[in-house]
């Protein structure tokens, strides 16, 4: 069985240290639910496993399948079987969708897949994620809208079949059918895979339709309560004001005066539009 | 396929023509344009190559000149454009010598239209001067420069977009991208626009760089080497320049030369 354990992890971004002492163990299989106030550490923990180069490791442990995570270059996480679809998917101008993605596709394997089964794969996938039937020929992800980068993060996933999959607020920028039918496509590649799961989400709707056992909730860098499914519907009815007074604790400040949310629907983008709620 | 060895004039009349030049002397050629064409020129050895080029009114034609030279190449060409012709002129350098262009396209009549453009994988000296010149009202000039420049390369461009007096409504557009992929990598680009009418629209774009550490990021979380981005990357910049080439067998063979030539370099 391929576990995913994380101990007393400690990373820093230009020498601020974000997250101070995670543990987390992630099973085959599983799907997890990772949930906290904007600014504390969901996405750095994400990244790290994914080995961005942003961010540095000083304390801890990283082990996937009995392998020292930490001492892989990115391309052979990925090999691996790690998967992250991110926030921010970047755009590649110049570099189709199907070149980029054959390419990742044949780096995994022995013997190049045949362009009929790709072709096959990829109309396939873009079919049930509705999307563009030029996606193929397209530059990846360029000129792509919100919804469209995201649903193309998981075009990627469905294609490359990773065993663990870590899910950066993969819902938002879509619209309430799009969550239907990127939830959907997860599951389907989940009982096909068995596939574990990470997911950052502000979103009850979404979390709902993924069904995730565990929740654990990041604030101010620790995980600080975690729990059954219970604990994101909670989080959902009630915000976050519980966790800081139950366990005496405070979310990290954003930008040095930003006070974190309290509540689970507010997004980062309207955060910075309106202000934060004090 | 024409074999060039010896200076010569070429009566273009057909739609479609592969010429190769091979030789050890300095040659001249002229092409007189009677017909829509589509020329590609591969230069499989030629120290010095000068080209004189008619493209007679209402024409349209197309010149992909691909270096495949082992030795240095220095080219000197003109080309006159006149009364709604339409000219594409097109290098394709991904061979490992040295090559120093001289290339002036004089857009002579109204309507003419030309359009300059490289792909150029760089891994040795590559130094072009590029010239299009608005002589006439409603004239419009395009230059398009790409390039790759690798550990051992240096690029140089000189790129000069000029409008002459009188030429109302002329356009003079250019855009040069260079990409590299280490530090300490040399490119030098001039865009240059000399306006000399009021009447008229002109610009540049350039870009210079390394390779977005962000992008190389997202790529690699998918499984890719360093190696396989940077060949992709720089076949995604450089490729588009086949297109030119019309013959659909022809084009097929230049780009597996170009991707090949890519994942030689780009993995060294």
């Given at each position: 069985m391929k576990t995913l354990e994380i101990k007393n992890l400690h990373v820093s971004v230009e020498d601020k240290e974000i997250l101070k002492g995670i543990d987390l163990v992630v099973n085959e299989g599983e799907v997890h639910a990772l949930m906290g106030?904007?600014?504390?550490g969901k996405s750095t923990l994400l990244a790290a496993i994914m080995g961005n180069?942003?961010?540095?490791?000083?304390e801890g442990s990283i082990l996937y399948d009995g392998q020292n995570?930490?001492?892989?270059p990115v391309n052979e996480r990925s090999k691996a079987g790690l998967f992250l679809a991110m926030q921010y998917p970047q755009e590649i101008a110049g570099v189709t969708n199907s070149d980029f993605l054959r390419a990742a596709m044949n780096v995994r394997r022995e013997k190049p897949v045949s362009l009929f089964t790709f072709i096959k794969e990829i109309e396939k996938s873009i079919n049930e994620l509705q999307m563009d039937e030029n996606l193929a020929h397209r530059?990846?992800?360029?000129?792509?809208?919100g919804g469209e980068k995201k649903r193309n993060e998981i075009v990627q996933m469905k294609l490359l079949k990773p065993s663990m999959a870590m899910l950066?607020?993969?819902?938002?920028?879509?619209d309430v059918d799009a969550i239907q039918l990127v939830a959907q496509a997860l599951t389907d590649l989940k009982n096909e895979t068995n596939m574990a799961m990470i997911v950052v989400s502000h979103y009850d709707r979404f979390l709902e339709l993924i069904q995730p056992s565990f929740t654990h909730v990041l604030v101010n860098g620790r995980i600080i309560v975690e729990g059954g499914p219970e604990l994101f519907k909670k989080i959902d009815d009630e915000g976050y004001d519980w966790i800081y007074k139950e366990y005496d604790v405070e979310p990290a400040a954003q930008d040095g005066k930003r006070r974190a949310l309290?509540?689970?629907?507010?997004c980062a983008v309207r955060e910075t539009v309106n202000g934060s709620k004090k | 396929m024409i074999q060039i060895s010896d200076s010569k004039t070429i009566i273009l009349e057909d739609e479609s023509y592969e010429i190769e030049i091979n030789s050890d002397k300095a040659i001249d050629l002229t092409f007189v344009i009677q017909n829509n064409t589509n020329v590609l020129v591969n230069i499989q050895s030629c120290p010095s190559l000068h080209i004189s080029c008619e493209l007679k009114e209402d024409y349209e034609a197309k010149i992909l000149y691909w270096n495949s030279s082992k030795n240095e190449l220095v080219t000197s060409e003109e080309y006159n454009v006149y009364r709604n012709g339409d000219l594409t002129v097109a290098y394709g350098e991904c061979n490992l010598a040295n090559t120093n262009r001289d290339t002036t396209i004089l857009l002579?009549?109204?309507g003419a239209n030309a359009v300059l453009s490289s792909a150029s994988l760089v891994n040795v000296n590559k130094e072009y001067r590029m010239r299009v010149v608005n002589?006439?009202?409603?004239t419009h000039g395009d230059m398009k420069n790409y390039a790759v420049v690798l550990s051992e390369g240096k690029l140089m461009i000189d790129a000069i977009g000029a409008i002459k007096k009188g030429a109302h409504r002329a356009e003079s557009h250019q855009t040069s991208r260079a990409l590299s992929f280490a530090e300490g990598q040399k490119a030098t680009i001039l865009p240059e626009l000399l306006i000399d009418e009021n009447d008229v629209q002109a610009s540049h774009a350039m870009s210079m760089g390394r390779m977005d550490e962000d992008q190389l990021y997202y790529m690699m979380s998918?499984?890719?080497?360093i190696e396989d981005c940077t060949s992709l990357i720089a076949t995604g910049y450089l490729?588009?320049?086949?297109?030119?080439?019309?013959?659909e067998n022809l084009k097929e063979t230049l780009k597996k030369e170009l991707e090949g030539k890519i994942q030689e370099l780009c993995s060294m």
């Open positions: 106030p904007n600014g504390n180069p942003k961010y540095t490791i000083t995570v930490l001492e892989m530059f990846l992800n360029e000129g792509f809208s950066d607020e993969i819902d938002s920028g879509l309290n509540t689970l629907g507010t | 002579k009549e109204a002589e006439a009202e409603h998918r499984g890719l080497s490729l588009p320049i086949v297109d030119v080439v019309k013959d």
